[in-house]
């Protein structure tokens, strides 16, 4: 079965500064899917950036990149230049490319300090 | 455009009620998903429709039904609510099956059993 975890409950940041968000995933597959999604208070689920593993190049978006390391199984999710809006809970998730289901981690929370 | 569509945003329910709850999406997708979110926790898919016409069970399906009615509309019932189905219910859509194709989600429905 695959899981995802995220090891970091709870994450602070200053506004305007950089901060790294851990993921770690467990698969036997080789052709997958990563993802990290955005839930602020409202409970919107956000999609924030995506990234196949196929590819080596880093996906970025913006103010967000990530760090895939496919031999690793790691999946950081970078933030530039914090803004009080980042704030919120962070899932990161996998899905296989022929599958059905977003296996999500437990998430993160992000707290961005003025 | 409203993309995914969810109803009611808030729902009590007494145990052994019954209740549907209605999902609509408008970007013309094929696939579409029921997943929940208990506190502190990831999504976990409950069911999923890989295309009009199909359904199927995913990671949590025990207590709930659905029924695709039509490309656009898939719902979620309780046949028998159950305080264990206190949760955030989100729908989900995304325009094939398979692929990493992203996943975009709903506003979330709050249900309290008592």
């Known amino acids: 079965a695959q899981t995802v975890t995220q090891s970091q409950p709870e994450m602070s940041v200053q506004e305007a500064e950089t901060v790294t968000l851990s993921c770690t995933y467990d698969t036997s597959e080789s052709d997958y899917y990563l993802f990290w999604y955005k839930q602020p208070p409202s409970r919107q689920m956000i999609l924030v950036i995506r990234q196949e593993a196929y590819k080596q190049q880093n996906a970025t978006e913006n103010r967000f990149s990530v760090n895939f390391q496919k031999a690793a199984k790691s999946f950081s999710l970078k933030i530039s230049d914090s803004q009080l809006g980042d704030a919120a809970m962070y899932f990161c998730?996998?899905?296989?490319?022929?599958?059905?289901?977003?296996?999500f981690g437990g998430g993160t929370r992000l707290m961005v300090k003025p | 455009n409203a993309g995914v569509t969810q109803t009611p945003k808030f729902q009590v329910l007494k145990t052994g009620q019954s209740m549907t709850l209605q999902c609509a999406q408008d970007m013309n997708h094929n696939s579409m998903y029921w997943y929940r979110q208990d506190p502190g926790m990831g999504l976990r898919l409950i069911y999923y429709s890989a295309s009009e016409g199909t359904t199927d069970k995913g990671e949590v399906p025990n207590g709930y039904n659905v029924s695709r009615l039509n490309k656009r509309e898939f719902s979620l019932r309780l046949e028998s609510a159950a305080p264990s189905q206190t949760s955030v219910y989100f729908c989900?859509?995304?325009?094939?099956w398979g692929g990493g194709e992203t996943q975009y989600f709903g506003p979330g429905t709050r249900l309290l059993v008592l």
């Open positions: 998730a996998y899905i296989l490319n022929a599958g059905n289901m977003l296996t």
């Open positions: 989900a859509s995304s325009g094939l």
